[in-house]
């Protein structure tokens, strides 16, 4: 029998809602699909990045044991692959979890500190050479500065002698200053080398201690230098007085 026009509308209106509810079931389908792929894709880049960071373990623990054989100290730096696996372990157990962006930071992580400790070993050797060579050039400058106290203590008696007391007064005591920070300096330099010695390592009191020691010989130039700078001023303006 022939349908009136309110059952076709209503026959109409069934089709359109089964064809939205197909449609909507293909586009899920299709998202669960592209989500799954998402997924195979980076979990497929976190086991890359795990077994990077493996790698990067591996060469950390050769590379530090290595440098121990040779008599440096590498606590810090065993600590620090410690650090590391403990970090790798992570990224597994969230990998295995499906924690994907928690097991990527880890494994991030783990390969960092691996590459650290390894970096920070090989560069000990270095480091305390270089430190070696700054307390010598150190040495070096202090040897210098001490060859201009005595011209400098020449240099005021003849100002005490030939001026007031008011001209030279800015610059009384500066080479006994001088003298005291160079002292001071061959104290911290001295120090500095026993920090080096290969019982104690003491890389960074050392470095501290040479750095100090580099203050206070510009401090006792820039007093020494302050006493010739005033002569050459008196005498000029002695000079000029001149008539």
Not at 70 to 92: C, I, N, R, S, W
Not at 232 to 239: G, I, K, V, Y
């Amino acid at each position: 029998s022939d349908l009136t026009p309110a059952e076709y509308a209503q026959l109409a209106e069934r089709y359109e809602a089964i064809a939205s509810a197909l449609k909507k079931a293909d586009e899920s389908t299709r998202n669960a699909g592209a989500k799954a792929d998402v997924l195979l894709g980076q979990t497929k880049t976190i086991k890359t990045d795990i077994a990077d960071a493996e790698s990067a373990l591996e060469a950390g623990r050769k590379g530090v044991a290595d440098v121990a054989a040779t008599g440096y100290f590498v606590k810090e730096q065993e600590a620090t692959l410690k650090e590391a696996e403990e970090h790798l372990a992570l990224a597994k157990q969230a990998l295995e979890a499906k924690r994907i962006s928690e097991a990527a930071k880890c494994a991030k992580r783990a390969s960092e500190n691996a590459k650290a400790a390894l970096k920070e070993a090989n560069g000990l050797s270095m480091r305390r050479k270089n430190i070696e060579s700054a307390v010598e050039a150190a040495r070096t400058e202090m040897s210098l500065i001490a060859d201009k106290v005595k011209p400098a203590a020449e240099v005021f008696q003849k100002l005490e002698s030939e001026f007031a007391e008011s001209l030279w007064a800015p610059v009384a005591g500066n080479g006994t200053e001088a003298e005291n920070r160079l002292e001071w300096t061959e104290e911290a330099l001295a120090n500095s080398t026993a920090a080096l010695a290969m019982d104690r390592q003491e890389f960074d009191v050392a470095d501290e201690l040479c750095a100090k020691a580099l203050v206070w010989l510009t401090e006792a130039d820039e007093l020494l230098h302050a006493i010739a700078e005033l002569e050459m001023r008196l005498l000029e303006a002695q000079r000029k007085a001149e008539p």
